[in-house]
Nanobody, 120 residues
Framework: QVQLVESGGGLVQAGGSLRLSCRVS????????MGWFRRAPGKEREFVAH????????AYADSVKGRFTISRDNAKNTVYLQMNSLKPEDTAVYYC?????????????WGQGTQVTVSS
């Protein structure tokens, strides 16, 4: 079991950028696939991006492709989500998740979330 703590959220104007971080406790971070998800007010949780344990495989939701970049630093036990060209519809609570495989991220370990608010 690992514990995850997100940070980096905040209020930003449309067109701006934020970088979210998710630090993972435990000595086996490099064995975990990582993902970012978000939940907007009144909406269901949705997938944003994921990255394999070694960083060689990434995938993005169509809504963020070309604007968001997921990366990881296994030496720092941290996964990042660089968010550029932010839009008001990106406003949500962002969560990171960890699991042994990408396929099981939804049932893995989750952080408490960090709020991102994009003003128009």
């Amino acid at each position: 079991q690992v514990q995850l703590v997100e940070s980096g959220g905040g209020l930003v104007q449309a067109g701006g950028s934020l970088r979210l971080s998710c630090r993972v406790s435990g000595r086996t971070f490099s064995e975990y696939a990582m993902g970012w998800f978000r939940r907007a007010p009144g909406k269901e949780r949705e997938f944003v991006a994921h990255i394999s344990w070694g960083g060689g495989t990434t995938a993005y939701a169509d809504s963020v492709k070309g604007r968001f970049t997921i990366s990881r630093d296994n030496a720092k036990n941290t996964v990042y989500l660089q968010m550029n060209s932010l839009k008001p519809e990106d406003t949500a609570v962002y969560y990171c998740a960890a699991s042994r495989t990408i396929a099981t991220l939804l049932v893995g370990s989750w952080g408490q979330g960090t709020q991102v608010t994009v003003s128009s």
